[in-house]
């Protein structure tokens, strides 16, 4: 029982010497730290993951309108387009990408396609009843907008990289990151816009 209590004693005041230390972290660097201690390298999952780039940096830290703006405009402009210069894929490939919530872990292998994890953020399909409110509801996203080239270009460039138009957006950068390909960025690009796709069905 003593044994047990001194080494109780010893952990809590082991834990309060490093929370007295952690107190010298500046506000920026702290939440961070337990990743980098305690993250490792695994199959495709990588530590760069990381690091900031200059997007996060802005929104997690500060910057001042100007940098934001120059930002916004440096991630429109890295925007890959497709080389057929065709936005449009399989609207019920889309539905399965908005579906699939896996991918980029340690045990995925190399070259396996990631999902989109739409449904988390989104409402999307009727039928699907389970949805995340983190982003708008896209329900109907194609039959309000209609589906001209402007709408699927935009349509194309958000997925590809939502901080392109809103840098601190919460949505992920999916082409941009690498986390999806040209092909089910099409395909999603399909069950939002095409008149056929559950999305814009009543
Ligand atoms: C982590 C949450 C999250 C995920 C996952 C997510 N989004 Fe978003 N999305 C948002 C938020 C928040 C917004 C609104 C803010 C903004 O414009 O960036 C948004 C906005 C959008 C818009 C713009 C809507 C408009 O009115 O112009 C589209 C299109 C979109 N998302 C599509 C998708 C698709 C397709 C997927 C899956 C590949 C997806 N989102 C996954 C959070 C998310």
């Known amino acids: 029982m003593k044994a047990q209590h001194t080494l109780l004693l010893f952990t809590l005041a082991a834990a309060f010497s490093q929370m007295a230390s952690a107190q010298d972290d500046s506000y920026g660097t702290l939440p ?3 990743f980098t201690q305690d993250f490792q390298a695994r199959g495709i ?11 996060q940096a802005a929104c997690n830290h500060w910057a001042p309108r100007s940098v934001v703006q120059a930002l916004e405009q440096a991630q429109l402009a890295a925007i890959k387009f497709p080389a057929d210069g065709k936005f449009l894929g399989d609207w019920k490939a889309g539905e399965k990408i908005a579906q699939k919530g896996g991918g980029m872990t340690w045990s995925d292998k190399a070259g396996t396609e990631n999902g989109g994890n739409c449904y988390n953020c989104h409402q999307l399909s009727k039928a699907e009843t389970s949805f995340g409110t983190i982003g708008p509801s896209l329900n109907q996203y194609g039959a309000l907008r209609g589906n ?3 709408i699927q270009k935009y349509t194309y460039s958000k997925i590809f990289n939502a901080k392109a138009y809103n840098l601190c957006s919460t ?7 690498g986390a999806l390909t040209e092909k089910q960025i099409k395909d999603l690009v399909a069950l939002l816009l095409d ?4 999305v814009n069905k009543k």
Do not use: I, K, N, Y
């Open 195 to 198: 008149p056929e796709s559950p």
């Open 148 to 150: 001209s080239p402007e």
């Open 32 to 34: 961070a730290r337990p």
């Open 171 to 177: 949505m992920p950068r999916f082409g941009h990151a």
């Open 45 to 55: 999952a990588g530590l760069e993951r990381l690091q900031e780039d200059s997007v």
